[in-house]
């Protein structure tokens, strides 16, 4: 169902989705790599000038031929961490009702190249590293990558490695998508271009959501993250072990999770790992291509929105600072920004008949970003939570630590007596569990960056 045309990212190879092979046309399993059909798939999941209605079962026709690969090849031309490559360019890929057998046996394939060569001296580490996190952040299930995770673990120990806490939780089940595997899906997310709507109103959401069809309860409270990027922050909320966390008085394992971006292609990874999930998370989340003020305005209709719930906002893409065409033109202006006056309006109109608390949390790497949207929440009715021994005292204390970043050294230069993001309602740790932190937090961790936080609550007086 395939013609290939020479050009492209892919090898020298691309696929035109929009046509079909001749007839007679050979299949691709036979021309192609496992791990070539799997740059195919993400190449076509990628394509931002392809608006293709069926993108998706052309995905999955690929990852069949790959299926089919594995099976005539058992695995033989995928060499040291190229099995993990290709599982995890799939899963980014979105590619969700492929025989489970594709996800089983690239994770074997990866566990015979572990024990084949994992221990020699020309096999690195940080090849091992590479094939065990790609694995966790596709969201493998833990029972079929254990075995692949305790050969991880001894070859890591033959070689010496320093960090035996990572070699502990390969071995007593802890690893998988949270933590340091995270930073795979950040690099890939903080390379896809923004999308912003046009002055025509293209990317504008037209159909209503049908919330029956989307869940298998809509009498559960809703959990929403607003710019959601690759979806690891629900996805983790889904399937966390944490039952009540101690600020946010939320069952985690009663709600359903929806995700909102922009972004088709984070939109579809998100689906697809939701999709060919372990149980817990079945039938509960959900990601939608859409505006966030869209999705507000079809959640009135959803059956369980009146019970708590949390509205989240993650690292939205900053404004620019001024009006001057210096710095990073993807930027939205200041007017265009994600988090608009309009959505407090929403928020504020669906609080306003419930008589129970709803939450709304936001975290951004931007000072100035902080101020405004803690000011906004303030100014739209909602009451801070404090954090208490974990409240930011002093931030240019925190930066001396670290370091200032240049948006904040431009915005006081702009704003020198601008309000600073301290105080007992900025947070200076985590308020998630540290199990369902979103990626580009588990960056700024690993990076030693500063992260502004802040909780809020609506209640009904």
């Known amino acids: 169902k395939w013609r290939m045309i020479q050009g492209g990212n892919v090898e020298g190879v691309i696929v035109d989705s929009n046509i079909t092979a ?47 690969r594995i099976i005539l090849t058992v695995g033989s031309d995928l060499r040291g961490p190229q099995s993990a490559d290709a599982c995890f360019n799939f899963a980014l890929a979105g590619v969700h009702n492929s025989s489970t057998h594709l996800f089983q046996n690239l994770v074997r394939i990866g566990n015979h190249e572990l024990k084949r060569a994992g221990s020699r001296s020309s096999f690195p580490t940080k090849s091992v590293l590479h094939i065990v996190e790609k694995f966790a952040a596709s969201d ?47 690099r890939f997310s903080s390379r896809q271009k923004k999308v912003e709507i046009d ?29 959601s990027g690759m979806g690891t922050c629900i996805l983790g909320l889904a399937s966390t072990s944490v039952s009540i966390h101690d600020k946010i008085p939320i069952e985690w394992s009663q709600c359903n999770y929806a995700g909102v971006d922009l972004n088709q ?4 990874f998100g689906n697809g790992i939701a999709l060919r999930c372990p149980d817990a998370r079945k039938g509960r989340v959900k990601f939608f291509c859409c505006p966030a003020d869209d999705f507000l305005s079809n959640l009135k209709s959803y059956h369980g929105y009146q019970r708590s719930t949390l509205i989240m906002v993650n690292f939205p893409s900053p404004y620019r600072l001024d009006a001057s065409e210096r710095g990073n033109l993807q930027l939205p202006s200041a ?20 008589t ?17 949207l803690k000011n906004e929440c303030l100014s739209n009715g909602m009451e801070g939570i404090t954090a208490g021994e974990k409240a ?38 985590p308020i998630l569990p540290l199990d369902c932190l979103p990626e580009t937090e588990v960056q700024c961790l690993s990076q030693n960056k500063v992260v502004h936080r802040c909780l809020f609550k609506y209640k009904n007086s």
Not at 211 to 217: I, K, R, S, T, Y
């Open 140 to 186: 493998i299930r833990r029972e079929d990558a254990m075995e692949l995770y305790q050969t991880a673990a001894d070859c890591l120990e033959k070689k010496n490695y320093k960090d035996k806490m990572y070699i502990e939780n390969l071995r007593d089940g802890s690893f998988g998508f949270h933590g340091r595997p995270l930073l795979w899906l950040w």
């Open 265 to 268: 292609a984070l939109v579809r």
């Open 199 to 227: 002055n025509e109103g293209n990317g504008k959401w037209k159909a209503a959501i049908n919330w029956q069809d989307e869940f298998q309860d809509t009498n559960k409270p809703l959990v929403v993250d607003i710019g």
């Open 392 to 429: 930011v005292e002093n931030i240019d204390n925190i930066y001396s630590q670290k370091s200032v970043p240049k948006r904040v050294k431009e915005w006081l230069r702009i704003e020198p007596l601008a309000e600073r993001a301290e105080g007992n309602l900025f947070w200076s740790q």
């Open 335 to 354: 007017e265009n920004f994600m988090v608009t006056s309009k959505l407090f309006e929403l928020i504020s109109v669906l609080a306003a008949n419930d």
């Open 356 to 372: 129970n608390e709803r939450y709304f949390m936001f975290q951004t790497k931007c000072e100035d970003v902080a101020v405004y």
């Open 22 to 68: 001749e007839e007679g046309g050979r299949e691709l399993y036979h021309e192609f790599s496992t791990l070539q059909l799997s740059q195919m798939a993400l190449e076509i999941a990628t394509n931002t000038t392809n608006h293709d209605a069926n993108l998706l079962s052309k995905i999955h026709e690929v990852a069949q031929q790959a299926e089919k």
